[in-house]
Protein backbone atom coordinates (compact mmCIF):
# COMPACT_ATOMS: atom_id res chain seq x y z
CA UNK A 1 0.00 0.00 0.00
CA UNK A 2 1.28 3.30 -0.88
CA UNK A 3 1.33 6.30 1.18
CA UNK A 4 -0.28 9.77 0.64
CA UNK A 5 2.52 11.38 -0.13
CA UNK A 6 4.30 8.87 -2.54
CA UNK A 7 1.01 8.63 -4.37
CA UNK A 8 0.69 11.10 -7.50
CA UNK A 9 -1.89 13.65 -7.00
CA UNK A 10 -5.19 13.34 -9.48
CA UNK A 11 -5.88 16.36 -10.96
CA UNK A 12 -9.31 16.35 -8.72
CA UNK A 13 -6.40 17.51 -5.76
CA UNK A 14 -4.44 19.33 -8.30
CA UNK A 15 -7.30 22.09 -9.16
CA UNK A 16 -8.92 23.89 -6.52
CA UNK A 17 -12.40 24.37 -8.28
CA UNK A 18 -14.78 24.66 -9.65
CA UNK A 19 -15.61 27.69 -7.83
CA UNK A 20 -19.49 27.72 -8.98
CA UNK A 21 -20.87 25.06 -6.61
CA UNK A 22 -24.01 24.85 -4.33
CA UNK A 23 -21.91 24.51 -1.06
CA UNK A 24 -19.91 27.38 -2.07
CA UNK A 25 -23.27 29.57 -2.85
CA UNK A 26 -24.97 28.35 0.25
CA UNK A 27 -20.95 29.12 2.15
CA UNK A 28 -21.12 32.92 1.32
CA UNK A 29 -24.90 33.34 1.49
CA UNK A 30 -24.61 32.07 5.24
CA UNK A 31 -21.39 34.24 5.96
CA UNK A 32 -22.88 37.41 4.55
CA UNK A 33 -26.12 36.66 6.39
CA UNK A 34 -24.14 35.91 9.40
CA UNK A 35 -21.81 38.68 9.45
CA UNK A 36 -24.53 41.16 8.52
CA UNK A 37 -26.85 40.52 11.33
CA UNK A 38 -24.15 40.03 13.78
CA UNK A 39 -22.84 43.41 12.86
CA UNK A 40 -26.24 45.27 13.73
CA UNK A 41 -26.91 42.53 16.92
CA UNK A 42 -23.00 44.18 17.88
CA UNK A 43 -23.87 47.77 17.09
CA UNK A 44 -27.11 47.60 18.84
CA UNK A 45 -25.58 45.95 21.66
CA UNK A 46 -28.52 43.48 21.30
CA UNK A 47 -27.94 39.53 22.33
CA UNK A 48 -31.22 38.16 20.33
CA UNK A 49 -29.87 38.95 16.97
CA UNK A 50 -26.07 37.92 18.24
CA UNK A 51 -28.17 34.29 19.03
CA UNK A 52 -29.60 34.88 15.37
CA UNK A 53 -26.59 35.53 13.79
CA UNK A 54 -25.24 32.47 15.60
CA UNK A 55 -27.95 30.35 14.53
CA UNK A 56 -27.52 31.26 10.67
CA UNK A 57 -23.99 30.22 11.27
CA UNK A 58 -24.96 27.28 12.68
CA UNK A 59 -26.83 25.83 10.31
CA UNK A 60 -25.61 27.32 7.23
CA UNK A 61 -22.08 25.87 7.98
CA UNK A 62 -23.93 22.30 8.62
CA UNK A 63 -25.71 22.95 5.22
CA UNK A 64 -22.89 23.69 3.19
CA UNK A 65 -21.06 20.42 4.51
CA UNK A 66 -24.09 18.43 3.69
CA UNK A 67 -24.47 19.91 0.33
CA UNK A 68 -21.06 19.37 -0.51
CA UNK A 69 -21.24 15.45 0.26
CA UNK A 70 -24.81 14.88 -1.03
CA UNK A 71 -24.22 16.43 -4.19
CA UNK A 72 -20.48 15.56 -4.91
CA UNK A 73 -19.04 19.18 -5.01
CA UNK A 74 -16.43 18.96 -2.40
CA UNK A 75 -13.51 20.85 -4.08
CA UNK A 76 -10.32 22.13 -1.87
CA UNK A 77 -11.67 25.96 -3.06
CA UNK A 78 -15.20 25.08 -1.08
CA UNK A 79 -13.03 23.54 1.86
CA UNK A 80 -10.97 26.91 2.07
CA UNK A 81 -13.80 28.81 1.76
CA UNK A 82 -15.65 27.34 4.48
CA UNK A 83 -12.62 27.83 7.02
CA UNK A 84 -12.21 31.57 5.93
CA UNK A 85 -15.90 32.19 6.15
CA UNK A 86 -16.01 29.90 9.47
CA UNK A 87 -13.38 32.93 11.11
CA UNK A 88 -15.30 35.45 9.78
CA UNK A 89 -18.36 34.61 11.55
CA UNK A 90 -17.41 33.24 14.65
CA UNK A 91 -14.76 35.93 15.29
CA UNK A 92 -17.28 38.79 14.80
CA UNK A 93 -20.00 36.90 16.78
CA UNK A 94 -17.43 36.28 19.88
CA UNK A 95 -16.39 40.02 20.04
CA UNK A 96 -19.67 40.58 20.24
CA UNK A 97 -20.61 38.02 22.97
CA UNK A 98 -17.82 39.93 24.52
CA UNK A 99 -19.07 43.45 24.31
CA UNK A 100 -22.42 42.66 25.99
CA UNK A 101 -20.22 40.22 28.27
CA UNK A 102 -17.14 41.55 29.54
CA UNK A 103 -16.67 38.69 32.17
CA UNK A 104 -15.60 36.15 29.62
CA UNK A 105 -12.66 37.93 28.42
CA UNK A 106 -10.53 35.10 29.43
CA UNK A 107 -12.35 32.77 27.39
CA UNK A 108 -12.54 35.11 24.16
CA UNK A 109 -9.09 35.78 24.33
CA UNK A 110 -8.39 31.87 24.88
CA UNK A 111 -10.73 30.30 22.46
CA UNK A 112 -10.30 33.11 19.91
CA UNK A 113 -6.13 32.68 19.80
CA UNK A 114 -7.08 28.90 19.51
CA UNK A 115 -9.85 28.88 16.67
CA UNK A 116 -8.10 31.87 14.76
CA UNK A 117 -4.66 30.98 15.02
CA UNK A 118 -3.76 27.47 15.53
CA UNK A 119 -7.15 25.73 14.31
CA UNK A 120 -6.93 27.80 11.56
CA UNK A 121 -3.40 26.47 10.55
CA UNK A 122 -4.09 23.01 11.56
CA UNK A 123 -7.61 23.11 9.21
CA UNK A 124 -5.53 24.05 6.22
CA UNK A 125 -2.41 21.73 6.50
CA UNK A 126 -4.99 19.53 4.49
CA UNK A 127 -3.68 21.26 1.74
CA UNK A 128 0.15 19.46 2.33
CA UNK A 129 -1.38 16.13 0.99
CA UNK A 130 -3.93 15.00 -1.99
CA UNK A 131 -6.79 15.80 0.43
CA UNK A 132 -10.35 17.93 -0.48
CA UNK A 133 -10.22 18.82 2.77
CA UNK A 134 -9.62 18.46 7.04
CA UNK A 135 -12.86 16.19 6.91
CA UNK A 136 -10.38 13.21 4.80
CA UNK A 137 -7.66 13.94 7.47
CA UNK A 138 -8.01 10.27 8.56
CA UNK A 139 -6.37 9.25 5.30
CA UNK A 140 -2.94 10.98 6.61
CA UNK A 141 -3.27 10.49 10.65
CA UNK A 142 -6.20 8.83 12.31
CA UNK A 143 -5.35 10.56 15.62
CA UNK A 144 -5.33 14.07 14.73
CA UNK A 145 -8.36 13.60 12.80
CA UNK A 146 -10.24 12.35 15.78
CA UNK A 147 -9.28 14.88 18.14
CA UNK A 148 -9.94 17.89 15.55
CA UNK A 149 -12.41 17.11 12.55
CA UNK A 150 -14.43 13.96 13.72
CA UNK A 151 -18.33 14.78 14.19
CA UNK A 152 -17.33 14.60 18.05
CA UNK A 153 -14.27 16.31 17.82
CA UNK A 154 -16.40 19.31 16.19
CA UNK A 155 -18.71 19.55 18.97
CA UNK A 156 -16.88 19.30 21.67
CA UNK A 157 -14.23 21.51 20.55
CA UNK A 158 -16.25 24.54 20.27
CA UNK A 159 -19.92 23.59 21.12
CA UNK A 160 -18.44 22.74 25.25
CA UNK A 161 -16.73 26.21 25.69
CA UNK A 162 -20.37 27.95 24.50
CA UNK A 163 -22.34 25.70 26.54
CA UNK A 164 -20.42 26.49 29.62
CA UNK A 165 -20.64 29.95 28.61
CA UNK A 166 -24.73 30.09 28.11
CA UNK A 167 -25.23 28.70 31.83
CA UNK A 168 -22.81 30.95 33.30
CA UNK A 169 -20.52 28.91 34.10
CA UNK A 170 -16.74 30.88 32.82
CA UNK A 171 -14.69 28.88 34.87
CA UNK A 172 -15.53 25.85 33.41
CA UNK A 173 -15.56 27.31 30.16
CA UNK A 174 -12.21 28.54 30.44
CA UNK A 175 -10.93 24.79 31.64
CA UNK A 176 -12.51 23.53 28.67
CA UNK A 177 -10.43 26.38 26.26
CA UNK A 178 -7.64 25.80 27.60
CA UNK A 179 -7.97 21.88 27.20
CA UNK A 180 -8.93 22.82 23.17
CA UNK A 181 -5.23 24.78 23.24
CA UNK A 182 -3.55 21.85 25.01
CA UNK A 183 -5.17 18.97 21.54
CA UNK A 184 -4.57 21.80 19.09
CA UNK A 185 -0.78 22.43 20.22
CA UNK A 186 -0.24 18.33 20.23
CA UNK A 187 -2.01 18.11 16.80
CA UNK A 188 0.01 20.68 15.04
CA UNK A 189 3.07 19.29 16.58
CA UNK A 190 2.04 16.24 14.76
CA UNK A 191 1.38 17.52 11.67
CA UNK A 192 4.75 19.19 11.85
CA UNK A 193 6.43 15.57 12.28
CA UNK A 194 3.66 14.06 9.45
CA UNK A 195 5.17 16.83 6.95
CA UNK A 196 9.09 16.08 8.04
CA UNK A 197 9.67 18.84 10.47
CA UNK A 198 11.10 18.64 13.94
Known sequence: MTSLQSRPVPLSYATPGPFA??????????TVLAVGVGVVGVAQDDLRLL???????WIGDMADGWSARRL??????????????DRACTSLLCVGLLAHLPVIAPVAAVFLLSFMVLDTMLSLA??????????DFHEVDQRVWALNWSPLAK??????????????????????AVGVVAVKVWSARRVVQLLGGS
Open 21 to 30: TVPNLVTVVR
Open 51 to 57: AVAYAVY
Open 72 to 85: GQETRAGAVLDIIS
Open 126 to 135: FLCWPLLGPN
Open 155 to 176: VVNTAGVVLALAAGLVGVALVL
